[in-house]
């Protein structure tokens, strides 16, 4: 399955509870609960010390485990993202593509067997919300950072870029950081087993 929506990913001011409190307050209605447990395996001739960190999970396959809460099912995949970001660090345009697998467990083992290695973990608890056309997830990422995203929404004119994205968060008054609307986890998170800044 192809995605090509873009999105906005910023962190959230405050407990992830007092904002998730704010959203019902202000008008949205949970509409999804999931977990992801996210394997990130990278080629094992990446010379990580010789690249950033940026360039490391540009080259990662996620095999990632979906706890669906809300819907009772679990799903499984791999995935790779292509990502256009420009020196500012902000996506230009992003593209993923999944498989859909059994057993994730073998997963990292055909990996592994094809020149692949583990580089990390990460396990975050989603919620999405919804309030007429706006959609957002929360992201409790364990161990790290509390966010939200916002994917462009290609169908609907006031949501369809990104510079419309940034306008209806501000617009939503929420405890946001504006500072940086393309917060990337992953690298954040590599950026603390590397011990890099």
Do not use: W
Request: overall charge positive.
């Amino acid at each position: 399955m192809k995605k090509n929506n873009n999105e906005v990913t910023l962190k959230i001011k405050g407990s992830i509870e007092t904002f998730k409190n704010l959203l019902l307050k202000k008008g949205y209605n949970e509409t999804e609960h999931f977990i992801l447990y996210d394997i990130f395996m990278i080629p094992e001739f990446l010379e990580i010390g010789q690249l950033s960190t940026r360039e490391i999970i540009s080259n990662a396959i996620i095999i990632r485990k979906v706890n669906d809460i809300s819907k009772s099912e679990i799903r499984r995949d791999i995935t790779y993202k292509n990502k256009k970001i420009n020196n500012k660090g902000e996506i230009l345009e992003q593209k993923s593509i999944r498989l859909k697998i059994l057993d994730c467990q073998e997963a990292e083992v055909f990996m592994q067997a094809i020149g692949y290695k583990k580089i990390m973990n990460i396990i975050e608890e989603d919620y999405g919300y919804q309030k007429g056309e706006m959609k957002l997830t929360t992201k409790d990422i364990k161990n790290g950072d509390k966010m939200i995203e916002v994917e462009t929404q290609l169908n609907i004119e006031a949501l369809n870029t990104i510079d419309k994205l940034k306008r209806k968060l501000k617009e939503e008054d929420l405890p946001l950081d504006f500072e940086n609307y393309f917060v990337k986890k992953a690298e954040v998170e590599l950026n603390k087993i590397l011990k890099r800044n």
